[in-house]
Structure formats: structure tokens, C-alpha cells
């Protein structure tokens, strides 16, 4: 019920295409979700969070949709481009200071 | 603000052989967390500490593995003896807990290579 799980693995998407990442969570505790962006080499960074209180938060061209009737949320990037390429996590936490994190999706943006 | 410290960047080991990896948290945070990096497993939690006191130790793989965090600018993660399967990048992140917000700050990594 920890358990926050993420896809695709892995995917690949034009320069100026929409990337889409989902994950899907089972606590109903949780009320934290964030998006780390990490490039090689480098340590994890947020990119984006949501309270489950709002569907949708948009920062830039990055966005967060939240479906608390299914558990679910997703980061969707638009107008993708070749710098977005990283790898990116969600986690999700219920404010005991502990994020429970997703797998990972490498994302590769072709230019 | 330079960030989360962690040293060394590098390191390259015997197995068998004692490691020890540091870490130096953003000033003024009171929640440090040790995570383990590797492609099979992703993104794991070993232990983290509030105000110095560990909260939670259950990610910790081994008794070969100890944390400590002797003041509030300074943590060790050690690993005694090491074997190959603790190859990994191991992070130090740290949050403040006092504005609400759970964002970690994540340092640079140490990548640890045991031989």
C-alpha cells in the first residue's frame, strides 16, 4: 500500500510533442505529490508538486494532473524539448517527512 | 547557499575495506536523508534523521551499514565491510520542516565502486 508506481520505463518523443509520465499510488494518506527531475551526474530536483485539494497545477510548460477518485497522477510536458531530456520521479508522501518514490522514467527528447 | 555537500564524489574501494561517505546539509534544515541509487532498484531510502535523531533506520540493507549525525551540519553514512553488490550512488538529501513543505534537496552523489 506504500507502493507508488510509475510508467512508462522509458520514452521517447519529438522535439515540441507532449511527454506524458503516470503514476498511480494505493495510500489514500497521502496528500503530498511531487516530480524530481534528475540529469546525469546529478542529484534529484524538484520540478513540480500537488496538493490532492486542486486536479491540476501548471508551472510553465510543465503540468500536474491529479485523479483522486483513481489514485492517479500524471506530469505532462508540452512542447518538449531536447534540454527536458532527463529522468524523472514521482513520489508521493503522507507529511511524515518521508517521500515514497516511483521506479523512474528516462525520458529522451529527439531534436 | 551552496547546497548539500557530499563527500567524497568518487570513490573506489576493496571489498572488505571500510567506506565512509559525508555529507554537509543546507543550513538551517533539520531533516537529513540518506538514499541509495542503483539501476536495478532505483531510488532507495537507508535513513533519515530529525534534528539530529534518526527517525526512521528500516531502509538500512545490512548491519554492515551505520548513519550517524553527530550536529546538524554533518553526517556520516559508513559501510563496514563493504561488498561489490554496495556499488551505487549514494545521496544525502535535506529538507526544512518548518515552512510545511517536504521538498528535498538533494547533493551531487557519491559513486561508490567496490572491487
Known amino acids: 500500500q506504500q507502493q507508488v508506481k510509475q510508467s512508462p520505463q522509458s520514452l521517447i518523443v519529438q522535439k515540441g510533442g507532449i511527454s506524458i509520465i503516470n503514476c498511480a499510488y494505493e495510500?489514500?494518506?497521502?496528500?503530498?505529490f511531487p516530480w524530481y527531475q534528475q540529469f546525469p551526474g546529478k542529484g534529484p530536483a524538484l520540478l513540480i508538486a500537488i496538493r490532492p485539494d486542486v486536479s491540476e497545477k501548471k508551472e510553465g510548460r510543465f503540468t500536474i494532473s491529479f485523479n483522486k477518485s483513481a489514485k492517479q497522477f500524471s506530469l505532462h510536458i508540452m512542447d518538449s524539448q531536447p534540454g527536458d531530456s532527463a529522468t524523472y520521479f514521482c513520489?508521493?508522501?503522507?507529511?511524515?517527512?518521508?517521500?515514497?518514490w516511483g521506479a523512474g522514467t528516462k525520458l529522451i527528447i529527439k531534436p | 547557499d551552496a547546497g548539500v555537500i557530499q563527500s567524497p564524489r568518487h570513490e573506489v574501494t576493496e571489498m572488505g575495506q571500510e567506506v565512509t561517505l559525508r555529507c554537509k546539509p543546507i543550513s538551517g534544515h533539520d531533516y537529513l536523508f540518506w538514499y541509495r541509487q542503483t539501476m536495478m532498484r532505483g531510488l532507495e531510502l537507508l535513513i533519515y534523521f530529525n534534528n539530529n535523531v534518526p527517525i526512521d533506520d528500516s531502509g538500512m540493507p545490512e548491519d554492515r551499514f551505520s548513519a550517524k549525525m553527530p550536529n546538524a551540519s554533518f553526517s556520516t553514512l559508513k559501510i563496514q565491510p563493504s561488498e561489490p553488490r554496495d556499488s551505487a550512488v549514494y545521496f544525502c538529501?535535506?529538507?526544512?520542516?518548518?515552512?510545511?513543505?517536504?521538498?528535498?534537496?538533494f547533493g551531487p552523489g557519491t559513486r561508490l565502486t567496490v572491487t
Open positions: 495510500n489514500t494518506a497521502f496528500d503530498y
Open positions: 513520489a508521493a508522501s503522507n507529511s511524515n517527512y518521508q517521500l515514497i
Open positions: 538529501a535535506s529538507s526544512f520542516g518548518g515552512s510545511g513543505r517536504l521538498e528535498q534537496y
